[in-house]
């Protein structure tokens, strides 16, 4: 049988995988799977003339980029992101004000939860007690290997995902101050894991109900509001928690 000619082969030497929707770098023009599409994640050889934080960005060949100022953040964009509050520029994964840790956003409310009102981008955040929150995502990386071994003896969660499919998690419960073991599917979404763990730790839900406090989950490393819409995998993928992460169930205000 003649093999068919679909897809090509990721140029990353420890890989080669076979990718049947391909990504090309614009700076060395290659070929990679969706794990080394990233300048940082194939070690890009392309040559950088300037970094760029501010006004006009300088040229990668013929592409104007935007350098992420988030820390020692080494990602760039072939579009400016800056953040609706403070006007710096972000890389995607840094652009929600949450995420870079802003100093323009509102003071904390009741329960150490907001809600930005004059920004509704912007989703509620949680501050986050000292004795839980990690420092920056470098100490929750490392945290998390330690922590994941203590979870799988005593996580709970359905039986039925299979082994490979569970992410494991402590939940910290904002109410009482109590830490719970859970599991979830990587495959699920943020919004269904919320429902599960709101069932689990015995949390009243009413998100279905206007005008009541809203429950969400909430990073303790940013104090940010996970999204409900997005899949726990793809939030492991982009390191925004990781497998073994305490996450906090909390209310908005």
């Not at 100093?103 to 509704?120: E, G």
Request: hydrophobic share 30%; glycine share 4%.
């Amino acid at each position: 049988m003649t093999e068919l000619d679909i897809g090509q082969h990721c140029s990353f030497p420890s890989c080669h995988q076979l990718d049947f929707l391909p990504f090309q770098c614009d700076l060395c023009s290659h070929i990679f799977c969706k794990s080394h599409k990233e300048v940082t994640s194939h070690q890009c050889t392309g040559k950088v003339s300037g970094i760029h934080t501010h006004g006009e960005a300088p040229e990668r060949g013929n592409i104007p980029t935007y350098r992420c100022t988030y820390e020692d953040c080494r990602n760039y964009e072939l579009v400016s992101v800056r953040c609706s509050l403070c006007d710096e520029q972000f890389c995607l994964k840094h652009r929600s004000a949450e995420e870079h840790q802003c100093d323009k956003l509102p003071a904390a409310q009741a329960n150490n939860c907001i809600r930005n009102v004059s920004n509704p981008v912007t989703k509620p955040t949680y501050i986050v007690p000292r004795d839980i929150k990690y420092k920056n995502k470098k100490s929750e990386k490392l945290a998390t290997k330690v922590a994941l071994m203590k979870l799988k003896m005593s996580a709970t969660g359905r039986d039925d995902i299979p082994t490979d499919h569970r992410v494991y998690f402590f939940i910290y419960k904002s109410l009482d101050s109590s830490k719970h073991p859970i599991y979830v599917s990587k495959l699920w979404t943020v919004g269904r894991m919320l429902d599960v763990v709101a069932d689990a730790t015995k949390t009243v839900n009413k998100n279905d109900v206007d005008n009541q406090p809203h429950l969400w989950l909430f990073s303790a490393t940013t104090g940010g509001a996970l999204s409900n819409s997005e899949t726990i995998e793809d939030l492991l993928e982009n390191e925004t928690i990781y497998n073994g992460s305490t996450v906090v169930l909390g209310y908005d205000q």
